[in-house]
T-cell receptor
Framework: EAQVTQNPRYLITVTGKKLTVTCSQN?????MSWYRQDPGLGLRQIYY???????DKGDVPEGYKVSRKEKRNFPLILESPSPNQTSLYFC?????????????FGPGTRLTVL | QKEVEQNSGPLSVPEGAIASLNCTYS??????FFWYRQYSGKSPELIMS????GDKEDGRFTAQLNKASQYVSLLIRDSQPSDSATYLC??????????FGKGTSLLVTP
């Protein structure tokens, strides 16, 4: 089944404890992206990647890191999480190298930082 | 910051009626426009994409784009209770970034 998977789906952690949220797609898509969704603020793009080893900042990159060493994987790293990073996170992928194609979203990761 | 504006709603329509959802955007260079539907607690899923001025129809859904007015809309005909969800307008920016509106909540009442 063609899909985008995220792990973990739910995570409660404490301030300052480094964490990684994994994202993987099995559709051979070029473009991958991370979003956070907060009540009243909508979906905001954190980082995106057009290809392996090519990434760029979205609207809200502060406090996050990403890497794209393989086409299928695009992990999101929070090196020192803070409570304001409590949010619902979505990973997405699309076939082309731009954001002009349909994006397919993962199931989401609900993160709570205490 | 590229802005994408939507009325938050809720927009309430009776079953069988036409629901009209609107979106405006600030980046005149935007070329790709999308409507996603999101049920509570779920991930967004694509309803329609539109790239050229005019109308694009797919079943009960029609997307309308007017680049001169920087306006994109979604019409849902014969609305069903299962259409009750949040509808997200998304606009491509610089070819790589994707900016979403905050979403319009639609409630279709039986």
């Amino acid at each position: 089944e063609a899909q985008v998977t995220q792990n973990p789906r739910y995570l409660i952690t404490v301030t300052g404890k480094k964490l990684t949220v994994t994202c993987s797609q099995n559709m051979n898509h070029e473009y991958m992206s991370w979003y956070r969704q907060d009540p009243g603020l909508g979906l905001r793009q954190i980082y995106y990647s057009m290809n392996v080893e090519v990434t760029d900042k979205g609207d809200v990159p502060e406090g996050y890191k990403v890497s794209r060493k393989e086409k299928r994987n695009f992990p999101l790293i929070l090196e020192s999480p803070s409570p304001n990073q409590t949010s619902l996170y979505f990973c997405a992928s699309s076939p082309g190298q731009t954001s002009t194609d349909t994006q397919y979203f993962g199931p989401g990761t609900r993160l709570t930082v205490l | 910051q590229k802005e994408v504006e939507q009325n938050s709603g809720p927009l309430s329509v009776p079953e069988g009626a036409i629901a009209s959802l609107n979106c405006t955007y600030s980046d005149r260079g935007s070329q790709s426009f999308f409507w996603y539907r999101q049920y509570s607690g779920k991930s967004p899923e694509l309803i329609m994409s539109i790239y050229s001025n005019g109308d694009k129809e797919d079943g009960r859904f029609t997307a309308q784009l007017n680049k001169a007015s920087q306006y994109v809309s979604l019409l849902i005909r014969d609305s069903q209770p299962s259409d009750s969800a949040t509808y997200l307008c998304a606009v491509n920016s610089n070819g790589y970034a994707l900016n979403f509106g905050k979403g319009t909540s639609l409630l279709v009442t039986p």
